[in-house]
């Protein structure tokens, strides 16, 4: 399962809403590194199904939750468990790296 797009509509139930730690990528379509991290995110969506959630979030089209949750970079990365951000980082980067800073969700 690749990541999926949320929007301030659905972000309620799929995201504060969800049993399992959710990661909600914060992009934009217009921004190049977000789009090279896109398949990346997709890989780790796929490969830990059963431990994560990643969904993304165009911060054009949902600007309240980006103002919300202050995103002022992107691509910029949150990570939500029980409805509440546990952890947040910024910035695309290669697979190992984020694999290492989601480490405490997908291990």
Known sequence: MSARAVTE????AEVLENDKPVIV?????????CRAVSPILDQIATEHADKI????LNVDENPQL????QI???PAFKVFKQGEVVQSFVGAKPKPALEAD???YIQ
């Open 9 to 12: 509509a659905t972000f309620q």
């Open 25 to 33: 990528d914060f992009w934009a379509e217009w921004c190049g590194p």
């Open 53 to 56: 959630d990643i969904v993304k």
């Open 66 to 69: 980006a103002m919300k949750y």
């Open 72 to 74: 002022t970079a992107i």
């Open 102 to 104: 989601l480490a405490a």
